[in-house]
């Protein structure tokens, strides 16, 4: 599986982003997709998933109502949409793939990740 994340750049506070991850290899739907971020000098922590398959998706209760996940099948390409955007959610965002379905906020669940898109959030 490879994943590729993209989007990130330089917004100013209160703006939006939206930033995409490219998943391949991979035929079947029985995963689950997730996002996470990590800033400086933090821990990585969950942002959103969602269950390709179903389209069942779980948000972060600190961002939720800021920040969806969406997925589009036929482009195979998952989407975190960021609004209102906050200098704290400066950030790398990173996607990964859960191939056990497990899901959820558990980093260690997920086997795959891309390689990360930063985005700055600017006040």
């Known amino acids: 599986v490879q994943l590729q994340a993209s989007g990130g750049g330089l917004v100013q506070a209160g703006g939006s982003l939206r930033v995409s991850c490219a998943v391949s290899g991979r035929t079947d739907r029985n995963y689950v997709m997730g996002w996470f971020r990590q800033a400086p000098g933090k821990e990585r922590e969950f942002v959103a998933s969602?269950?390709?398959?179903?389209?069942?998706?779980y948000h972060s209760d600190s961002l939720k109502g800021r920040f969806t996940i969406s997925r589009d099948n036929a482009k195979n390409t998952v989407f975190l949409q960021m609004n209102s955007l906050k200098p704290e959610d400066t950030a790398v965002y990173y996607c990964?793939?859960?191939?056990?379905?497990?899901?959820?906020?558990?980093?260690?669940?997920?086997?795959?990740w891309g390689q990360g898109t930063l985005v700055t959030v600017s006040s």
């Open positions: 990964a793939v859960d191939p056990n379905m497990t899901g959820g906020p558990n980093l260690r669940n997920y086997d795959y």
């Open positions: 969602i269950t390709w398959r179903l389209g069942r998706t």
